[in-house]
């Protein structure tokens, strides 16, 4: 999939940087942080970020199953001691971040401020499938 965010950037006239991010769960998260520094810094004056999750076949879904990664009772139990795995869905959600002043300035509805955010990788601590 990557040269899916330059075919859209090319089909809707958008300039400026386009990416794919793939860190598996976090993609989403990883790519609003890269917006907002992109902001802070000054590279960019608007950023489109969106996140996109398809089932398009069963076999990474048998994958997992096999490696024991999916709750075999079909739910999720976040920060639960019970939690056993987890469950596979569709989505999509893009999210639209521009500066403060500039929101303010062109009388946008502001609905949330990113104050800060950082990434990080647990190396070997326990995953998914420990």
Request: glycine share 12%; with cysteine.
């Amino acid at each position: 999939l990557s040269p899916a965010a330059g075919r859209l950037s090319y089909s809707l006239g958008l300039k400026g940087a386009s990416m794919v991010v793939d860190t598996a769960c976090s993609s989403s998260l990883v790519a609003v942080h890269l917006a907002a520094n992109s902001l802070r810094n000054k590279e960019s004056d608007l950023a489109l970020v969106g996140g996109v999750n398809l089932l398009l076949g069963p076999s990474l879904s048998i994958d997992f199953t096999k490696a024991r990664m999916l709750a075999p009772d079909g739910r999720c139990k976040t920060f639960d001691q019970s939690a056993n795995g987890y469950v596979r869905s569709e989505g999509c959600g893009v999210v639209v971040l521009k500066r403060l002043s500039q929101a303010i300035r062109d009388g946008d509805n502001v609905l949330a401020l990113i104050r800060g955010s950082a990434l990080n990788q647990d190396g070997a601590s326990g995953g998914l499938t420990v």
